[in-house]
């Protein structure tokens, strides 16, 4: 059985959202397909498809496990990985793409992820370009899939409803926790002083656009009243962040809040660890893996009422209303001062708890699992 994948996003840099979904996905197929080998039960072959050299982090080659470098990068879905699909020799069995969109012009089995359906809810969240592409790509994708994947229950139910494909198409594949890589894992006081922010601090992680709700989680927090605390952001420029960036002058704390871009893996432990409290107050989220993060290293967290974030944090989360100020204010309040009372451990407890019912090698056995069934109906 071969099986081809779409490893467009996981060979990214700097790699959020869907490209660590992607990568992650990568990485632990790679790993249960090698574990299928060493007991000889598997005949599977990887073909992964790339648009330049696989990263020094990508699993590393084998007889079983074969990278094709292709082009032109631009029109990925409609040109490249199309016309070497059809090219390459054997025929790949199935092919999976771990993004929104399946390769156009094969007869090839596909199935394919769906993270989320903002783009249908939130439609003036997007830019003009992107909303096209999401609104007709994901359509004709799940059309013409075989299977569908998608990591809530939340948003099963979500394309169940927007595309009306047979609810056993749909499958839930919960992403697993990052192993973040903590080798050099640094300390409070050197956090504080190589990012210049205070020792108290409210943490929120999430690409800087509209849907992660950060103008309100702004304004929510310039109503605190201690002023020793600052809020810090960590998450790279999406789109349409200029109203983002422009709410800490417009409430009067610009001293309060830091926008840190991108943060390696290495140092995310030390932010999770020794914030006050984590706040995700998005408008959507199909999963919300930083609330998982948060939760895995004892971090109390405030999460929207909406969405998948309940399902996620569970009994864990402090849930507040996203679009209401005073909501999400009350909400960073109540994190901080339970933090150290008996509810507020409790719901830490039960965070750590939660958190590894989320593993990435279930993910992946899940995912062949799919893989494997659609070859056999195809055969």
């Not at 092919?95 to 249908?120: A, E, G, Q, W």
């Not at 995700?280 to 109390?300: D, I, K, R, T």
């Amino acid at each position: 059985m071969i099986i081809a994948i779409d490893g467009y996003e996981a060979n990214a840099e700097n790699r959020v959202g869907v490209g660590r979904f992607a990568y992650e996905m990568l990485r632990h197929l790679f790993e249960e397909g090698k574990r299928k080998k060493v007991k000889g039960k598997s005949n599977l072959q990887f073909r992964i498809y790339l648009p330049s050299q696989p990263m020094a982090d990508m699993p590393k080659e084998t007889s079983w496990w074969q990278y094709r470098v292709v082009s032109p990068q631009k029109l990925w879905t409609f040109l490249a990985l199309p016309f070497y699909l059809s090219a390459d020799t054997p025929r790949a069995d199935v092919i999976f793409s771990p993004t929104h969109y399946v390769p156009r012009f094969t007869s090839i089995p596909k199935i394919f992820s769906i993270m989320d359906l903002s783009y249908v809810h939130f439609p003036q969240l997007f830019r003009t370009k992107d909303l096209h592409q999401l609104v007709h790509w994901t359509a004709y994708s799940a059309r013409h899939a075989k299977e569908i994947m998608t990591i809530s229950d939340f948003s099963k139910r979500a394309i169940l409803k927007e595309y009306g494909v047979p609810k056993d198409r749909v499958h839930v594949v919960y992403p697993g926790l990052t192993e973040l890589r903590t080798q050099n894992s640094m300390t409070k006081e050197n956090m504080m002083n190589m990012y210049k922010i205070s020792k108290n601090y409210i943490l929120s992680v999430g690409t800087l656009q509209p849907r992660k709700n950060f103008v309100r989680l702004i304004e929510a927090f310039s109503k605190l009243k201690d002023k020793e605390v600052e809020l810090v952001i960590i998450g790279k420029k999406g789109w349409l962040y200029d109203e983002i960036l422009a709410a800490p002058k417009k409430y009067n704390i610009e001293g309060r809040v830091k926008f840190l871009d991108f943060v390696p893996d290495g140092d995310l432990p030390s932010f999770y660890k020794n914030a006050l409290c984590f706040a995700l107050p998005s408008l959507y989220e199909g999963f919300g893996l930083p609330v998982l993060e948060a939760m895995s290293y004892g971090c109390p967290v405030v999460v929207s009422n909406t969405s998948s974030l309940p399902e996620i944090a569970g009994e864990a989360g402090i849930y507040v209303e996203p679009e209401n100020v005073e909501s999400i204010c009350d909400g960073l309040l109540t994190a901080v001062g339970e933090r150290n009372l008996v509810q507020g451990k409790k719901r830490v407890a039960f965070g750590l708890k939660r958190a590894k019912l989320f593993t990435w090698e279930n993910a992946a056995k899940k995912t062949l699992d799919i893989l494997e069934k659609t070859y056999e109906s195809s055969h």
